[in-house]
């Protein structure tokens, strides 16, 4: 089954075991409804275990959840720092244009029809969020060097995103010099 990041717990709250958590889509309705919820700890390949959900409070711009079992501060801030991790059915639902990270890490990025690189992470940045772009410059014989761009997500340099091809058109190659 394949897991989604929707959040991170940012820090404990108050003195009763809550967590102040991040939602990464900027909704927190698909958190709230939940019974329980898997935090994991140390990133992909980290530690997963499930947490019952006894209440949420608060909004988007500060959502705060009681675990069943975190009763104290102390308790509460060892979970600072895990990610929030779903079912894709119980994740966020994309609009028209929003795609998860997973999925556009799994694209390659084109450029007329000819594979540039390979998108091996989103950041977010000043304007917007960027892929970040793994190129292969160098011979065909093996001694290629590996380098990263960034390309801001944004039409102006990002054309059409084929999810079932699994690529991304860049509309200007300068971007990655």
Same mark, same amino acid.
């Given at each position: 089954?394949?897991?989604l990041v929707?959040?991170?717990?940012?820090?404990?709250?108050g003195?009763n075991g809550?967590?102040?958590?991040?939602?990464?889509?900027g909704?927190?309705?698909?958190i709230?409804?939940?019974?329980?919820i898997?935090l994991?700890?140390?990133?992909?390949?980290?530690?997963i275990?499930?947490?019952?959900?006894?209440a949420?409070e608060g909004s988007?711009?500060c959502? /705060? @959840?009681? #675990?069943?079992?975190?009763?104290?501060?102390e308790?509460?801030k060892?979970?600072?720092?895990? $990610? !929030?991790?779903v079912p894709?059915?119980?994740?966020c639902?994309c609009?028209?244009g929003?795609?998860?990270?997973?999925?556009?890490?799994?694209c390659?990025l084109v450029y007329?029809?000819?594979v540039?690189?390979?998108i091996?992470?989103v950041?977010?940045?000043?304007a917007?969020d960027?892929l970040e772009?793994?190129l292969?410059?160098?011979?065909e014989?093996?001694?290629?060097?590996?380098t990263t761009? /960034? @390309?801001? #997500?944004r039409?102006e340099f990002?054309?059409?995103v084929?999810?079932?091809?699994?690529?991304? $058109? !860049?509309?200007?190659?300068?971007?990655l010099?």
């Amino acid at each position: 089954m394949e897991l989604l990041v929707t959040g991170l717990v940012r820090s404990s709250h108050g003195l009763n075991g809550f967590v102040k958590v991040e939602s990464f889509s900027g909704e927190v309705e698909h958190i709230a409804n939940l019974a329980a919820i898997d935090l994991r700890m140390g990133g992909v390949g980290g530690s997963i275990k499930r947490y019952e959900i006894e209440a949420v409070e608060g909004s988007a711009h500060c959502m /705060l @959840v009681k #675990f069943k079992g975190i009763d104290t501060p102390e308790a509460a801030k060892q979970l600072s720092g895990a $990610e !929030l991790v779903v079912p894709r059915d119980k994740a966020c639902p994309c609009n028209k244009g929003e795609y998860y990270v997973s999925d556009l890490c799994q694209c390659v990025l084109v450029y007329q029809g000819s594979v540039v690189g390979t998108i091996t992470g989103v950041m977010e940045g000043g304007a917007g969020d960027l892929l970040e772009v793994s190129l292969t410059e160098g011979s065909e014989f093996g001694d290629a060097k590996l380098t990263t761009r /960034l @390309v801001p #997500f944004r039409k102006e340099f990002v054309g059409k995103v084929d999810m079932k091809a699994k690529t991304v $058109e !860049l509309m200007h190659r300068w971007i990655l010099e």
